[in-house]
């Protein structure tokens, strides 16, 4: 399967600001999602976008998706330092199968 | 709550020594994996169950094997650990619809 690649691999940032990642991917998709880690525990989903559509919000939390560019951005605003985390992009292309991204490590400091 | 439970959270085995890691769900879903995370890498789906149907993936070595003896119980045996085995090992389980996944906490395997 394809890996999806994301970037930055690490980001840095001051607690209010807001975090972007990004996420690409090869294959044509049904869905893409978002999910993070903690360090030393499972994933845990945060936010699916259908192919069909662009944008969607939680919370805090804004997903883009451009399939014309096979690319995915995730946005947290209002940083926390609770927010500190490693987040992964996971798609999947039909079955019950995700493939998912490298990962991006966030660290929010207060 | 409805969960995923894997026991134990950390496992120590000796080289070459048999090792099952178990997971338990009370989500009633009829799809488990079992992934294997290196540190700082990407979750890597080693074989998933879609009801009782074994799929298991191309790369995955032959000494990593799974039983699921009924809907709420999914085993991960290594049969021979090497020292590349360490690793976290997350089970995770999903249902029809969009493929969304529900993670346990893991279980962090040493090898000595």
């Known amino acids: 399967s394809q890996q999806g690649e994301e970037d930055p691999q690490a980001l840095s940032i001051q607690e209010g600001e807001n975090a972007t990642m990004n996420c690409s991917y090869k294959t044509s998709i049904n869905n893409l999602q978002w999910y993070r880690q903690n360090s030393g525990r499972g994933l845990v989903h945060l936010i699916l976008?259908?192919?069909?559509?662009r944008e969607k919000h939680s919370g805090r939390l804004r997903v883009t998706l451009d399939t014309s560019k096979k690319s995915s951005s995730l946005l947290i605003t209002a940083s926390r330092a609770a927010d500190t985390a490693s987040y992964f992009c996971a798609f999947g292309a039909g079955s019950y199968q995700l493939t998912f991204g490298k990962g991006t490590k966030l660290s929010v400091i207060p | 709550d409805a969960m995923v439970i894997q026991n134990p959270r950390y496992q120590v085995t000796q080289f070459g020594k048999p090792v099952t890691l178990s997971c338990s769900q009370t989500?009633?879903?009829?799809?488990m994996y079992w992934y294997q995370q290196k540190s700082s890498q990407a979750p890597k789906l080693l074989f998933h169950y879609y009801d009782k149907d074994f799929n298991n993936e191309a790369d995955t070595p032959d000494n990593f094997q799974s039983r699921r003896p009924n809907t709420s119980f999914c085993f991960l045996d290594i049969r021979s650990p090497g020292l590349g085995d360490a690793a976290m090992y997350l089970c995770?389980?999903?249902?029809?619809?969009?493929?969304?996944?529900?993670f346990g906490a893991g279980t962090r395997l040493s090898v000595l």
């Open positions: 995770a389980t999903s249902t029809n619809g969009e493929n969304i996944q529900y």
């Open positions: 976008i259908r192919s069909n559509e």
């Open positions: 989500l009633n879903h009829n799809v």
